[in-house]
């Protein structure tokens, strides 16, 4: 069975503070991607990643980078976190037009 | 500019009853689309896709979506809602080559009545 496993369900940080979220699947894609999802906005793309060391910048990249050392690791890193990154954070990792989901991070940042 | 709308935030049925939810994109190409779902507390799941031939696609847990290229429309449907179906639903359209990006619309919360 496939699967994308984000590594918090929950996180709660303060402002300021940098801010990892991981994000691994098992199922050899090349394709890893991060989204926020907020209510009344959808999914918005921040980062994706099309293989190792590679990475292209989605429609709202700003105060976030992302590292992908490993094919199936995709880190999103948020350099001094802010209030308004209060949000649900979702992976994905994607492959001949399926994609597949984590469960989701929801970051509290106070 | 590629673009998903729903213009439903919310919608309620009773269960037992049909359901439509209703998805306009705008892309410039063929598009790749999508509908999933998310459930409380859970990933985002596929329910069903569609990239070329029959324009009636099936899906899991009894879903189907008509592509209709005139009205560039892909709306969901299902004959019976059953309470178990409550959870919010994401459109999504793609581009057709390797290492695109999928645009999401903004969700429809569907609420199940009993």
């Known amino acids: 069975d496939v699967k994308v496993t984000q590594s918090s369900r929950y996180l709660v940080k303060r402002t300021g503070e940098k801010v990892f979220l991981e994000c691994v699947q098992d199922?050899?894609?090349?394709?890893m991607f991060w989204y926020r999802q907020d209510p009344g906005l959808g999914l918005r793309l921040i980062y994706f990643?099309?293989?190792?060391?590679?990475?292209e910048k989605g429609d709202i990249p700003e105060g976030y980078s992302v590292s992908r050392e490993k094919k199936e690791r995709f880190s999103l890193i948020l350099e001094s976190a802010s209030t308004n990154q209060t949000s649900m954070y979702l992976c994905?990792?994607?492959?001949?037009?399926?994609?597949?989901f984590g469960q989701g991070t929801r970051l509290t940042v106070v | 500019a590629q673009s998903v709308t729903q213009p439903d935030i919310h919608i309620t049925v009773s269960e037992g009853a049909s359901l439509e939810l209703r998805c306009n994109y705008s892309?410039?190409?063929?598009?790749?689309l999508f509908w999933y779902v998310q459930s409380p507390g859970q990933g985002l799941q596929l329910l069903l896709k569609?990239?070329?031939?029959?324009?009636l696609v099936q899906g899991i847990k009894g879903f189907e979506a008509e592509f209709k290229r005139s009205q560039s429309s892909f709306n969901l449907r299902k004959p019976s809602v059953h309470w178990s179906d409550a959870a919010e639903y994401f459109c999504?359209?793609?581009?057709?080559?390797?290492?695109?990006?999928?645009?999401f619309g903004a969700g429809t919360i569907l609420r199940v009545k009993s």
């Open positions: 994905a990792s994607r492959s001949g037009g399926r994609a597949f």
């Open positions: 199922m050899d894609h090349e394709n």
């Open positions: 990643s099309y293989d190792v060391k590679m990475k």
């Open positions: 892309y410039g190409a063929t598009p790749y």
């Open positions: 569609y990239f070329s031939g029959d324009t």
């Open positions: 999504a359209v793609g581009a057709t080559e390797y290492g695109n990006k999928l645009v």
